[in-house]
Each structure stands twice: as C-alpha cells, then as structure tokens.
C-alpha cells in the first residue's frame, strides 16, 4: 500500500461529513468540531434585528425591505465558515457590506458582520485580507456617501 504526501497547503479532514459538520452528539460544548451555528445564529438575529432599530435614525438612508433583510443574512451566513475557511470569509462579509452600504441601506449592525469577518482572518493568521478586504468598503462607500466638496 502505498502512503501519500500532501502537499502543505492540502487540509485533509478526517472523518465523515457528519463529524466534521455537526458537533458529536453528547459532546463537549466547548469542542471544536462543526461548524459555530449558535453564534452565527445570534449575529445573524442581531445584525436583522439592530439593523432595523439603526435605520429610523438615518433619515438619509434607504429604508430596509425585503432585498435589504436577504442581503443581511446572505452576509451573516458565511460567519457560519469563519474557522475553515477565514479569508473566504473575510473577504465574503466586505462584499455584502459593501453592496448594503452602496445600495444606500442604513449604517448599523451589518458592521458586525464585517468586524467578524476580519477578526477571524487575523486570528487565522492572514492579516493582510483581514486589513485590505473588509476596509475595502467602509473607504468607498464612505467617499460615496460624503457631500461633495
């Protein structure tokens, strides 16, 4: 039989998908198996939630609808990915971020998602994505936002 080597850059995952999505029934809570569904769920909850209170304050905003209420989730929904996947991540929430900004959508909560997003790419180690990717946004839609000189 014969043994392979992976290359470094191959994360091999042992296990069924099962275990490596859901946490062992009757396991430790504080396992780091699966996926962090909880947390994810209580941001999600959150940003929908505050971002709704945020935006009766910002009487020069976009009032939330539908699409408005989609797009917040879309962008809670990769935190769900935040431990294996954290530059996808990263980069995925400052794209949402940035098209609910840009479409004139009330500054708030879907802030969150962002600073989620970056913390988890530094604590992973890539700092670079955490500051260039969710920065992205914040600086265009700002300049956008601004009144012009």
Partial sequence: MEHHVWPPWARRRPGTV????????????????????????????FVLVGSGFAG?????????DGFA?????????PLLFRHRCPRTVALGTAV?????????????????????GAFAAIVAGYRGV???????????????????A
Avoid at 96 to 116: E, K, N, S
């Fill in 18 to 45: 099962r275990e490596r999505w859901l946490p062992p029934p009757g396991g430790d809570a504080g396992s780091r198996s699966g996926l962090p569904w909880l947390s994810t769920l209580a941001v999600t909850v």
């Fill in 69 to 77: 209420r989609a797009l917040l989730v879309v962008g809670a929904a």
């Fill in 130 to 148: 955490a500051w260039c990717g969710p920065s992205w946004p914040v600086t265009r839609c700002s300049r956008r936002a601004s009144p012009a």
């Fill in 96 to 116: 949402t971020t940035a098209v609910c900004l840009a479409a004139g959508y009330p500054y708030g909560p879907v802030l969150v998602t962002l600073a989620f």
């Fill in 56 to 64: 009766h304050d910002q009487p020069g905003r976009v009032p939330l």
